[in-house]
């Protein structure tokens, strides 16, 4: 959870960490993703509006075709670092998205 947390802080200075909702939630102007399931020993990054930066090419990892939500899972923290370069593109992708609307 710690190695997700660093990558997406620190794919852009504009985003921003706090407790919602009784989990981690990180954003940019408005709300990109937050931890669920964290009882479990693997790490649910749940994207809220996944829809809206999802490219299967670039993130193969992102998971999820409903209307909205995608889900990223790391099994630990192996998986997380051999995922880190897309979960920044990710983060820095939903900058370059909320930073551009209204």
């Known amino acids: 959870m710690r190695r997700v947390r660093e990558i ?3 794919a852009d200075d504009r985003m ?8 981690i939630t990180f954003a940019c ?10 009882a479990n020993k693997h790490v649910t990054l749940m994207f809220n509006r996944g829809q809206l930066i999802q490219d299967k090419a670039r993130h193969p990892h992102l998971e ?3 209307p909205n939500a995608r889900f990223m899972r790391f099994a630990d ?3 997380a ?3 880190a370069a897309e979960l920044r593109d990710l983060a820095r ?5 909320m930073m551009s609307s209204k």
């Open 8 to 10: 997406i802080l620190g």
């Open 16 to 23: 921003t960490e706090r407790v919602q909702y009784g989990t």
């Open 29 to 38: 102007k408005d709300n990109m993703a937050s931890f669920v399931q964290v």
């Open 64 to 66: 999820g075709t409903g």
């Open 77 to 79: 923290l192996k998986e």
């Open 81 to 83: 670092n051999a995922q």
């Open 93 to 97: 992708r939903w900058c370059i998205v």
